[in-house]
């Protein structure tokens, strides 16, 4: 029923005037390489025709190759189209489908994933779906075929990029700009207040970040170095700790730290082999650090996990009770 559902929603929209489309493009980066020499492992072919393939640095987000595949579920067509112009002026596109596998006419299996392009590899050019964007610089551009969208969705991509990627915004070292709303290190301030009842915790992590009040102090990690935690005390914050990796998106918020203090922390990886450390232990939604995906190490990096928690919740109760007191 939900397959025959989805198809027919799929029929309607084709009949539609206009489908709507929304663009995601990234710049100052490199593009996606790769592009003439698909049968390679490279970032083309591991965004477009590989799943569980990663060939990033331990700076890089994604670790396991699997999150790319979150952009269709915001397609009411499960169809998207990539568009490059990579570092070495090597242009490219395609579009991919990812729907049902499905017995064909000869009583075949046919494949789940379909390909625009030509025989299945990209066009060599840029996608030219509005003629109003023409990149000139390297990077890439990702359209979303009849996205689905909500009335309010260019407040809740604010929302989200805020809570999400706060520390990397606040360090200058991302800009993400949503139609006429910018989000850099000068515009926090103002759409942190603009939107204040709408965040879970980004307004306590973002007054940690700018309070003089803020207490800051270096975690040890062993014998592998350290990290870098931050703790305000205020009656009105929520008691957690933003867990952040080096890239400064945030993992998970860390609580059950003290049912008596009220506070709000920030921990920061500056630390490459700390950042190296606990990427191994991220799991593949990148919203927890499990020790047990760290292979041989589980062990050692389990316990390293663990005191890094105590460590925190000793600081947060010891700075705690001589301000309260």
């Given at each position: 029923?939900?397959?025959?559902?989805?198809?027919?929603?799929?029929?309607k929209?084709f009949k539609?005037?206009?489908?709507?489309?929304?663009?995601?493009?990234d710049?100052?980066?490199?593009?996606l390489?790769?592009?003439?020499?698909i049968?390679?492992?490279?970032p083309?072919?591991?965004?477009?025709y590989s799943?569980?393939?990663?060939?990033?640095?331990?700076?890089?987000?994604?670790s396991?190759?699997?999150g790319?595949?979150?952009?269709?579920?915001?397609?009411?067509?499960?169809?998207?189209?990539?568009?490059?112009?990579?570092?070495?002026?090597?242009?490219?596109?395609?579009?991919v489908?990812?729907?049902?596998?499905?017995k064909?006419?000869n009583?075949?299996?046919a494949e789940?994933?379909?390909?625009?392009?030509?025989?299945?590899?990209?066009i060599?050019?840029?996608?030219?779906?509005d003629k109003t964007?023409l990149?000139?610089?390297?990077?890439?551009?990702?359209?979303?075929?009849?996205?689905?969208?909500?009335e309010?969705?260019?407040?809740?991509?604010?929302i989200?990029v805020?809570?999400?990627y706060?520390?990397?915004?606040?360090?200058?070292?991302l800009?993400?700009k949503v139609n006429?709303?910018?989000?850099?290190a000068e515009?926090?301030?103002?759409?942190?207040n603009?939107?204040?009842?709408?965040?879970?915790?980004?307004?306590?992590?973002y007054?940690?970040?700018?309070?003089?009040?803020?207490?800051?102090?270096?975690?040890?990690?062993?014998?592998?170095?350290?990290?870098?935690?931050?703790?305000?005390f205020g009656?009105?914050?929520?008691r957690?700790?933003?867990?952040?990796r080096?890239?400064?998106m945030k993992?998970y918020?860390?609580?059950?730290?003290?049912s008596?203090?009220?506070?709000a922390?920030?921990?920061?990886?500056?630390?490459?082999?700390?950042?190296?450390?606990f990427?191994s232990m991220e799991?593949?939604?990148?919203?927890?650090?499990?020790?047990?995906?760290a292979?041989?190490?589980?062990?050692?990096?389990?316990?390293l996990f663990k005191?890094l928690k105590i460590?925190?919740?000793n600081?947060?109760?010891?700075?705690?009770?001589?301000?309260?007191s």
């Open positions: 029923k939900v397959t025959y559902k989805f198809f027919q929603n799929g029929i929209i539609e005037k206009i489908v709507p489309f929304i663009r995601i493009r710049y100052n980066t490199i593009g390489s790769g592009s003439d020499n049968d390679g492992i490279n083309w072919t591991s965004l477009i799943d569980g393939i990663s060939d990033k640095d331990i700076s890089s987000g994604g396991y190759g699997i790319k595949n979150a952009i269709f579920a915001c397609s009411r067509l499960r169809t998207v189209f990539y568009s490059t112009l990579d570092f070495d002026s090597n242009k490219a596109s395609q579009g489908s990812k729907l049902i596998s499905h064909n006419k009583n075949k299996y789940s994933i379909g390909y625009y392009g030509v025989n299945q590899q990209p060599y050019d840029l996608l030219n779906l964007h990149r000139t610089e390297s990077g890439t551009d990702i359209y979303v075929a009849a996205f689905e969208n909500s309010n969705w260019e407040i809740d991509v604010i989200s805020i809570e999400n706060l520390l990397s915004i606040f360090n200058k070292k800009i993400i006429e709303t910018e989000i850099n515009t926090l301030e103002h759409l942190v603009k939107y204040s009842d709408k965040f879970k915790y980004a307004r306590d992590y007054e940690v970040l700018t309070s003089p009040q803020t207490h800051t102090t270096e975690l040890a990690v062993g014998d592998t170095g350290s990290v870098e935690l931050k703790i305000l009656k009105n914050f929520n957690k700790v933003l867990m952040s080096g890239n400064g993992i918020d860390q609580d059950r730290i003290s008596s203090v009220f506070f922390g920030v921990l920061i990886m500056k630390d490459e082999k700390v950042n190296e450390v990427r799991n593949p939604q990148h919203n927890a650090w499990e020790p047990n995906r292979g041989a190490n589980a062990k050692k990096y389990g316990k005191q460590d925190i919740k600081f947060v109760i010891e700075k705690g009770q001589s301000t309260i």
